[in-house]
């Protein structure tokens, strides 16, 4: 019997990705819109979508490259931070201490975390999520724009805070309850990038996975980490979020989304289980440690006797 079924032509498959890009692209900028206009930041809206759609036409799309897509990614957060401070109401340099402190916070956060992401890259050389996306110029340009609206949606509730005219006191108890969750994930944060770049420095560790320091707690605790401090970003803003100003909440639930179910952990995951899937203390791994949250006490190591017992259940 013969397969009737034709591999689609590169035509087809061209128009099949114009209209996934332009899906994408109508998308996004229409969500970002809306959200701005709804929490009266339509300009630094304006100004995410510019700096990646900047760097898409001056590297991306002549280069056909992403090898500076996250290093846009941190500067964009980090002219976000800037200028949301800059186009505030108040006057230069009379910013309320929660604004100020705020916009650290994220400048802090994506320096640090652009620089180790731009290292990797460097050391990597690509990175291949974006192979089959880069052979068509709206679906390439989509990866963009979704890049601006991941920057401009997790910054929101700073930008917010930094948009109002009045706003209480600060410090409240809200900037030190948050500032101090802030503290926490984004010191999970750190010290789970440290671990894994000193797990894979060390050429005893070639090939193997690591389960060591945090990582035996949670197979992620970076993105632990991650969500946590912009939770903590979240309960410092709430002293100012009134009405549609709480869409401030899609910080974290848009890092969580992102990091659980798009670009983040499923990747992650498949890539392992075809690299480790079939050795038995990685499936352990997988099967006894949390995927984010971690859990205390640290689950129990491998054991090959009990993996026999459970696989021959």
């Known amino acids: 019997m013969v397969d009737s079924t034709e591999e689609p032509s590169p035509e087809e498959v061209n128009k099949k990705n114009t209209k ?7 998308f996004l900028l229409g969500l970002m819109t809306a959200v701005s206009f709804a929490t009266n930041t339509l300009t630094m809206m304006l100004v995410s979508v510019g700096v990646n759609w900047f760097v898409f036409l001056v590297h991306g799309l002549p280069f056909n490259s992403e090898k500076f897509f996250d290093a ?18 108040a006057d230069f340099g009379k910013w309320h201490l929660r604004q100020i402190v705020l916009s650290a916070m994220v400048l802090v956060w994506t320096l640090r975390l652009g620089f180790y992401l731009l290292g990797r890259i460097m050391r990597d050389g690509k990175d291949s999520r974006f192979d089959d996306r880069k052979t068509n110029c709206l679906r390439w340009l989509g990866v963009w724009t979704f890049s601006a609206a991941w920057c401009y949606l997790i910054a929101l509730p700073v930008l917010i805070v930094c948009s109002k005219t009045s706003q209480p006191p600060s410090p409240s108890i809200h900037d030190y309850v948050g500032w101090s969750i802030w503290g926490f994930g984004f010191l999970i944060e750190v010290v789970a990038d440290t671990q894994k770049d000193a ?5 005893a560790n070639s090939g193997k996975f690591i389960t060591t320091g945090l990582w035996g707690y949670s197979r992620h605790p970076n993105y632990f980490g ?3 401090l912009w939770v903590g970003v979240v309960v410092s803003a709430s002293a100012v979020l009134r009405n549609w100003d709480w869409l401030a909440l899609l910080s974290p639930l848009t890092t969580y989304l992102l990091l659980t179910k798009v670009s983040g952990l499923p990747l992650l995951e498949e890539k392992g289980k075809q690299r480790w899937g079939h050795d038995p203390a990685y499936m352990w791994y997988i099967e006894k440690t949390p995927s984010i949250i971690p859990m205390i006490p640290r689950p129990p190591p491998f054991d090959p006797a009990s993996a026999a017992v459970q696989m021959n259940a």
């Open 20 to 26: 996934i890009g332009f899906v994408v692209n109508t």
């Open 72 to 89: 846009t990614g941190t500067l964009t957060y980090t002219v976000l931070s800037i200028a949301g401070l800059l186009l505030s109401p």
């Open 199 to 203: 797990f894979r420095r060390d050429p």
């Open 226 to 228: 991650e969500i946590t």
